[in-house]
Antibody, heavy 116, light 108 residues
Framework: QPQLQESGSGQVKPSQTLSLSCNVS??????????WSWIRQPPGQGLEWIGC???????DYNPSLKSRVSISMDRSKNQFSLRLSSVTAADTAVYYC????????WGQGTLVTVSS | EIVLTQSPGTQSLSPGERATLSCRAS???????LAWYQQKPGQAPRLLIY???RRATGIPDRFSGSGSGTDFTLSISRLEPEDFAVYYC?????????FGQGTKVEIK
């Protein structure tokens, strides 16, 4: 049964870089033609797509975040990672990783709080 | 950039009633990449419908999706207690995923 699990720091200081990883189990991220996305949800608000990395390694980003975002893949660990630089309080959110063009598999999410 | 607008913002219904949720796109989109999700408090979203009308694995047949072009609908034929949640539509196109703002279905 494929599963996704986010991990990383739950608290980040303003102006620093947020780093999260998504560990994929039960499925190889380099097979199947999937895109692997990061999505966030500020407290009490809706969903925002941050960006994705494709099984062949290219990436796409939300234009509103593109200047601050980087998504990478570690094939040996079967995981993909998010880096978001120059964070502010507005980046406080639950961060999810998810699979596919129709997002058929999600991690449980991890809350990241930006605070000094 | 495509904008998805969901209506109503909140729908107050009783168990057993029918729910009809709307998702309107700012320009015509492909059915292939139009999806609906259910999200309950403290949980990740769950895929309900993909390809505008195809139920995801394990989704009860009381959930159905329809529409094309710019207008899409999620219907829940008879609301069960576990169906009260927030629902999002989502589209993939031009290397970007876009979500609607959500519709909350609450108990009347």
């Amino acid at each position: 049964q494929p599963q996704l699990q986010e991990s990383g720091s739950g608290q980040v200081k303003p102006s620093q870089t947020l780093s999260l990883s998504c560990n994929v189990s039960g499925y190889s991220i380099t097979s199947g033609g999937y895109a692997w996305s990061w999505i966030r949800q500020p407290p009490g608000q809706g969903l925002e797509w941050i960006g994705c990395i494709y099984h062949i390694g290219g990436a796409d980003y939300n234009p509103s975040l593109k200047s601050r975002v980087s998504i990478s893949m570690d094939r040996s660990k079967n995981q993909f990672s998010l880096r978001l630089s120059s964070v502010t309080a507005a980046d406080t959110a639950v961060y999810y990783c998810a699979r596919g063009y129709s997002l058929d598999l999600w991690g449980q999410g991890t809350l990241v709080t930006v605070s000094s | 950039e495509i904008v998805l607008t969901q209506s109503p913002g909140t729908q107050s219904l009783s168990p057993g009633e029918r729910a009809t949720l709307s998702c309107r796109a700012s320009q015509s989109v492909s059915n292939t990449y139009l999806a609906w999700y259910q999200q309950k408090p403290g949980q990740a979203p769950r895929l309900l419908i993909y390809g505008a009308s195809r139920r995801a694995t394990g989704i009860p047949d009381r959930f159905s999706g329809s529409g094309s072009g710019t207008d899409f609908t999620l219907s829940i034929s008879r609301l069960e207690p576990e169906d009260f949640a927030v629902y999002y539509c989502q589209h993939y196109g031009s290397s970007m995923w876009t979500f609607g703002q959500g519709t909350k279905v609450e108990i009347k």
